[in-house]
């Protein structure tokens, strides 16, 4: 299982468009975000490239969706926090 904080790096690099934001975001500095993505990446032999503005996964997705879904079924069964999945613009809502 990758570890909650690869996953984390991961998804909020995509999300955040940086890994400078994501590191930000995650109270670190970007080398250990970029350490934490090139993990993930490795472990699940995907690739990330820019497309139009916006960074996008290459490769087999199943094996990250899995790992998503786990991750996802320990937070609901109170391993770790819950995570909200939803566009920005809900997020004040959801907060609330």
Same mark, same amino acid.
């Given at each position: 299982?990758?570890?909650? !904080? =690869?996953?984390?790096? %991961?998804?909020? &690099? +995509? #999300? +955040?468009? /940086? @890994?400078?934001?994501?590191? =930000?975001?995650?109270? /670190?500095? =970007?080398?250990?975000?970029?350490?934490?993505?090139? *993990?993930? +990446?490795? /472990? %699940?032999? $995907?690739?990330?490239?820019?497309?139009?503005?916006?960074?996008?996964?290459?490769?087999?997705? !199943?094996? $990250?969706? *899995?790992?998503? #879904?786990?991750? =996802?079924? *320990?937070?609901?069964?109170?391993?770790?926090? +819950?995570?909200? !999945? @939803? /566009?920005?613009? &809900?997020?004040? #809502?959801? %907060? !609330?």
């Amino acid at each position: 299982m990758i570890p909650l !904080e =690869q996953l984390a790096a %991961l998804d909020l &690099s +995509l #999300w +955040l468009g /940086t @890994g400078k934001a994501a590191a =930000q975001h995650l109270h /670190t500095n =970007q080398s250990t975000v970029s350490r934490q993505l090139r *993990a993930v +990446l490795h /472990t %699940l032999d $995907l690739r990330l490239v820019r497309r139009n503005g916006q960074r996008r996964l290459v490769g087999d997705l !199943e094996l $990250l969706a *899995a790992e998503r #879904w786990v991750h =996802q079924l *320990a937070r609901l069964k109170g391993k770790a926090p +819950l995570r909200v !999945e @939803g /566009t920005y613009a &809900s997020g004040p #809502w959801f %907060l !609330e």
